[in-house]
């Protein structure tokens, strides 16, 4: 056979809990899903790519060093190429190289975007219909474990009905 097989037993003796569903399977420990593939042909295929590696990383000859810098790569916490450049250095990574790290769909996935805000149009058509506010303070100084406030609240407004860009 020419296909990687997982034992669902053997993961729920590890304490996953397995869920099939709607063509999905689910292999969930607590809260974490740890795998979860889609059902083709009544097959369930699992989503992601595989990493191999067992729990102590030995001399990796090169066919494995990119699967030992991306094995390293996952369990540090998705550490980018200089911080796992600088551990292999340091002789901290128990003998493996650093090589290249591939395309990592969970960074890309784990990075925070944020949509622009669109710029909007205000016509105002008299006093105090539209006004920009701003609060700033108190100013605090801090020597030693004393700390001096130095003044009030400072608050800016401007009015925009009257002014021209």
Request: charged letters at 20%; hydrophobic letters at 40%.
């Amino acid at each position: 056979m020419k296909k990687n097989l997982i034992s669902l037993g053997a993961l729920e003796s590890k304490g996953l809990k397995i869920t099939m569903e709607g063509g999905v399977l689910k292999a969930v420990h607590g809260a974490l899903v740890v795998m979860k593939g889609t059902r083709r042909n009544n097959l369930y295929f699992l989503q992601g790519s595989t990493v191999i590696g067992g729990a102590a990383v030995t001399e990796a000859a090169d066919a494995d060093s990119t699967d030992t810098t991306r094995l390293w790569h996952m369990r540090l916490g998705h550490a980018g190429e200089k911080a796992l450049q600088g551990l292999v250095k340091q002789g901290l990574l128990k003998g493996a190289k650093a090589c290249k790290l591939e395309f990592c769909e969970h960074c890309v996935l784990g990075k925070q975007t944020r949509v622009k805000f669109g710029t909007a149009i205000h016509h105002t058509k008299g006093i105090l219909d539209y006004v920009h506010t701003d609060v700033w303070g108190p100013p605090i100084m801090h020597l030693g474990e004393v700390a001096i406030i130095l003044s009030p609240l400072l608050m800016t407004s401007l009015e925009e009905y009257g002014c021209t860009p």
